[in-house]
T-cell receptor
Framework: QKEVEQDPGPLSVPEGAIVSLNCTYS??????FMWYRQYSRKGPELLMY????GNKEDGRFTAQVDKSSKYISLFIRDSQPSDSATYLCAMRSSSASKIIFGSGTRLSIRP | DTGVSQDPRHKITKRGQNVTFRCDPI?????LYWYRQTLGQGPEFLTYFQNEAQLEKSRLLSDRFSAERPKGSFSTLEIQRTEQGDSAMYLCASSYAGASSYEQYFGPGTRLTVT
């Protein structure tokens, strides 16, 4: 079993819809939670990070962490075609430097 | 700030050949990481440096792989006797060790194809 599980999609939604992306994890030591966006043939770009449980909002993006359920989410409001990309959840423990990534969800926003 | 840069962007090599990739981190960053990403998967950690010291290596890093970071600036990743299974995107990231060290910034990657 992988430490981080993420539905690979693909997920296709119309422009303007609210998108919900999710990951589950098994390692209770994870304390830092991140979402990266990766366009085709590019490196991952850090979108959001959260420490421990709670919510964080940045513009159209909201990240949620529920440590009791080992479940993290990213919500995208008013989705745009330019949001079409692969979204990677990632996490690490306080004592580690390496990041553990999910396999990514491919998202397509239809105009 | 030009971000993390990697060279070459794409490398095609024949099985059995050696290849070397270079990564230039963001100038003030003292940590440098190498990851490998195969199609449909997230990046997998290979190794990382703090300054010139290599502090951690993944079990994925077989003895055919070696990484260096002389003088704590740029880093190289060498793969000897390449195999078809080495075909992947090799990503470099850098960060500044401190309270926000989770903020790893990635380069564009080097895509390796072994024929």
């Amino acid at each position: 079993q992988k430490e981080v599980e993420q539905d690979p999609g693909p997920l296709s939604v119309p422009e303007g819809a609210i998108v919900s992306l999710n990951c589950t994890y098994s390692n209770s030591a994870f304390q830092y939670f991140m979402w990266y966006r990766q366009y085709s043939r590019k490196g991952p770009e850090l979108l959001m990070y959260t420490y421990s449980s709670g919510n964080k909002e940045d513009g159209r993006f909201t990240a949620q962490v529920d440590k009791s359920s080992k479940y993290i989410s990213l919500f995208i409001r008013d989705s745009q075609p330019s949001d079409s990309a692969t979204y990677l959840c990632a996490m690490r423990s306080s004592s580690a430097s390496k990041i553990i990534f999910g396999s990514g969800t491919r998202l397509s926003i239809r105009p | 700030d030009t971000g993390v840069s990697q060279d070459p962007r794409h490398k095609i090599t024949k099985r059995g050949q050696n290849v070397t990739f270079r990564c230039d981190p963001i100038s003030e960053h003292n940590r440098l990481y190498w990851y490998r990403q195969t199609l449909g998967q997230g990046p997998e950690f290979l190794t990382y440096f703090q300054n010139e010291a290599q502090l951690e290596k993944s079990r994925l890093l077989s003895d055919r792989f070696s990484a260096e970071r002389p003088k704590g600036s740029f880093s190289t990743l060498e793969i000897q006797r390449t195999e078809q299974g080495d075909s992947a995107m090799y990503l470099c990231a850098s960060s500044y060790a401190g309270a926000s060290s989770y903020e790893q910034y990635f380069g564009p990657g080097t895509r390796l194809t072994v024929t």
